[in-house]
């Protein structure tokens, strides 16, 4: 297998969560920037990380790195990469992607085009012909520049690996299942202890839960732009998925409960729990959030409720999360993550968080707010531990 140098894309704020799922994957990190984790793998661990990795964006195959301030050097220095290692004669292979920052070279389109042209001139020189048909197998190629320094990938996700393929029906301004994902590592909530979302929408923090706690990769049942390429080979991919399979531990019973005000919402949130193949383990019941109640001494919320984003929705946020305080208060032994974009959340909420996390739902800034009950004692533990 060959040395590969792989990046990650991620959501802001959440790189070191990123860092830790691709060390427990067994492969070793090469540099971390801001929204960004390039790692070292091989053939196999394009596969692996695309199915098994929670909070990634994107898997990407790095070709090559090189400073450039002229579209002569770029030219140049693109057609220096070794592109007929990775693409075959009769790919297609458009620029698919540009994104440039803070550099002398801005406009993406005048960079995707030298690109492009300077990837069929080297493809021209192995290949020995003159002109690319381009109608087989798509090798999409990804563009980001950072103060002069262009970073060139080749795409193998396809689809952006937030889209695990359930959620077939969503509400208004739903999360991104890799934000889910995210807030629930940043919680210490453990597989065998209740989780709540009281307004959980089309399902996304319970469903993400459930994988999680049944150790199903969150890619498991979707396919990749990758699978077809020739240099990887469809025998990685059907070890990765060997191997994630047998790690599930759908033996295990559930404690996760999902809540909301519209039977709509909840309509979606069973559907797709069905498409995870989970939904046995979910609890959906339509219950308003100011009768949120529990006969658990101990557990967790976790919860993405409204923003206010809009002038008009502004009052009747602020009296939702007047709510949430009243209905939480009730269930003060519990642990509780709220994220929002709300800058009074606190203020409104009337407590201050004991911890703060700035994450990115798409690209809203938003704030992870968590309240930490007691831990409960080690004996409530163990009898929880018999009973499941």
Not at 29 to 58: H, Q
Not at 220 to 245: N, P, V
């Amino acid at each position: 297998m060959t040395k590969l140098l792989l990046t990650i894309p991620c959501n802001f704020g959440v790189e070191a969560i990123v860092n830790r799922e691709i060390k427990n994957l067994g492969y070793e990190i090469a540099k971390t920037t801001d929204g960004r984790v390039d790692y070292f793998g091989d053939e196999l661990a394009i596969a692996r990380s695309n199915i098994g990795l929670r909070t990634a964006e994107r898997v990407l195959l790095k070709v090559g790195e090189f400073e450039a301030v002229t579209f002569d050097e770029l030219f140049e220095k693109t057609k220096d990469l070794a592109w007929g290692d990775y693409i075959p004669i009769d790919a297609d292979f458009p620029v698919a992607k540009a994104t440039s920052l803070k550099s002398v070279l801005f406009s993406t389109s005048d960079i995707q085009a030298i690109v492009k042209k300077a990837v069929v001139e080297k493809l021209k020189l192995k290949y020995k012909i003159d002109r690319f048909a381009e109608t087989g197998v798509r090798y999409p190629i990804h563009v980001f520049v950072n103060k002069d320094v262009f970073s060139l990938y080749m795409d193998t996700s396809g689809d952006n690996l937030h889209k695990r393929g359930y959620r077939k029906n969503s509400n208004i301004a739903p999360i991104k299942e890799t934000l889910a994902a995210a807030m629930l590592d940043l919680t210490p909530w453990h597989w065998d202890r209740f989780l709540i979302d009281p307004m959980c929408g089309s399902g996304t923090i319970t469903i993400e839960a459930a994988l999680k706690g049944l150790n199903i990769a969150p890619g498991i049942h979707r396919s990749f732009g990758a699978e077809i390429w020739e240099f990887i080979g469809k025998d990685k991919w059907d070890t990765a998925r060997e191997e994630f399979k047998s790690q599930e531990k759908r033996d295990r019973q559930f404690l996760v409960q999902g809540y909301d005000i519209d039977p709509h919402a909840l309509q979606n949130a069973r559907e797709n729990a069905r498409l995870a193949g989970v939904e046995k383990y979910i609890h959906f019941q339509q219950r308003d959030i100011r009768d949120l109640q529990s006969s658990e001494k101990y557990g967790f919320i976790v919860t993405n409720p409204p923003y206010g984003e809009r002038m008009e929705d502004k009052t009747s946020v602020q009296i939702l999360y007047k709510e949430m305080s009243v209905a939480m208060k009730r269930l003060d032994t519990w642990s509780y993550s709220i994220i929002t974009s709300h800058p009074e959340f606190e203020w409104i909420f009337g407590k201050k968080a004991d911890k703060r996390r700035k994450l990115y739902n798409g690209m809203i800034e938003t704030t992870l707010f968590q309240y930490f009950g007691p831990k409960p004692p080690k004996r409530v533990q163990e009898e929880t531990n018999k009973e499941l």
